[in-house]
């Protein structure tokens, strides 16, 4: 099982950025997948969840209406789509799946900041 994050990057206040996550090792369309994060000296919180499918989603009361969460099982690829970005929303932002055990991508970093 492998999971690679990407798309992080510096962005300002009330901008928007893209994470992707791509998938391989095992049967990606079967398999909920998770993007979680972690800020300095916090504990990783669970941003969003999106079933095998996509046809059902939640979201962390801190990012609703903001960021969407959706994938495209064609491709073996899950998406964060983040909106009006806070400084809060600064992290480490992981791909996550849970095949009998957890299973973590390396992380992708996301600033935001003026």
């Known amino acids: 099982v492998q999971l690679v994050e990407s798309g992080g990057g510096l962005v300002q206040p009330g901008g928007s950025l893209r994470l992707s996550c791509a998938a391989s090792?095992?049967?990606?369309?079967?398999?909920?997948m998770s993007w979680y994060r972690q800020a300095p000296g916090k504990e990783r919180e669970l941003v969003a969840t999106i079933t095998s499918a996509g046809g059902n989603t939640n979201y962390a009361d801190s990012v609703k209406g903001r960021f969407t969460i959706s994938r495209d099982n064609a491709k073996n690829t899950v998406y964060l789509q983040m909106n009006s970005l806070k400084p809060e929303d600064t992290a480490v932002y992981y791909c996550?799946?849970?095949?009998?055990?957890?299973?973590w991508g390396q992380g992708t970093q996301v600033t935001v900041s003026s």
């Open positions: 996550q799946t849970r095949i009998y055990r957890i299973y």
């Open positions: 090792g095992f049967a990606f369309s079967t398999f909920a």
